[in-house]
């Protein structure tokens, strides 16, 4: 079955940067596009980033432009975000999604931004 494992999540001072991982299986990766959300607390979870299935495509939040890059590993079934700057804003739990005829999310990674 699908799985999405997020890693990578902690706590840093604002300016500082986190690389978060998503591992993927049970499905053919490399054919699907991938996607990060975010979910602030008592806000809607939002868009982050996306990337098309060989990475050859992304788009991001007006919010992360110019501060977070997505990426992928085919090979390692693996994807990426890179958050450099980050605002107390930014705060949030982050999670992975594909979209394979249904939605599905990793349980998500906890993002704390705050000195």
């Known amino acids: 079955q699908v799985q999405l494992v997020e890693s990578g999540g902690g706590l840093v001072q604002p300016g500082g940067s986190l690389r978060l991982s998503c591992a993927a299986s049970?499905?053919?990766?490399?054919?699907?596009?991938m996607s990060w959300y975010r979910q602030a607390p008592g806000k809607q979870r939002e868009l982050v980033a996306g990337?098309?299935?060989?990475?050859?495509?992304?788009n991001y939040a007006d919010s992360v432009k110019g501060r977070f890059t997505i990426s992928r590993d085919n090979a390692k079934n693996t994807v990426y975000l890179q958050m450099n700057s980050l605002k107390p804003e930014d705060t949030a739990v982050y999670y992975c999604?594909?979209?394979?005829?249904?939605?599905?999310w990793g349980q998500g990674t906890q993002v704390t931004v705050s000195s």
């Open positions: 049970g499905f053919t990766f490399s054919s699907y596009s």
């Open positions: 990337i098309t299935s060989a990475g050859g495509s992304t």
């Open positions: 999604k594909v979209f394979r005829v249904v939605a599905y």
